[in-house]
């Protein structure tokens, strides 16, 4: 069984729901895995097999529900 990590699921994604299209799950990542080229667009996670450390703390920030847990 692979380790669990965070990953942005881009159909269920809609910036606009977070405060100036920015994604609101961006802050509470303390590992800073999440990133976004721009406000608006989808956030997408950096290379997550190796430091997506799955504290999970960026779910409940995302209005959307578009984070999800998956298996690497």
Same mark, same amino acid.
């Given at each position: =069984?692979?380790?669990?990590?965070? =990953?942005?699921?881009?159909?269920?994604?809609?910036?606009?729901?977070?405060?100036?299209?920015?994604?609101?799950?961006?802050?509470?990542?303390?590992?800073?895995?999440?990133?976004?080229?721009?406000?608006?667009?989808?956030? @997408?996670?950096?290379?997550?097999?190796?430091?997506?450390?799955?504290? @999970?703390?960026?779910?409940?920030?995302?209005?959307?529900?578009?984070?999800?847990?998956?298996?690497?």
């Amino acid at each position: =069984m692979g380790r669990l990590k965070a =990953m942005v699921d881009p159909a269920l994604c809609d910036p606009e729901k977070c405060g100036q299209g920015v994604c609101a799950a961006l802050a509470s990542c303390p590992h800073k895995i999440l990133k976004q080229d721009a406000a608006g667009e989808v956030p @997408f996670v950096v290379d997550s097999a190796f430091l997506c450390r799955g504290c @999970f703390k960026c779910l409940p920030a995302c209005p959307a529900k578009a984070i999800r847990k998956m298996e690497s």
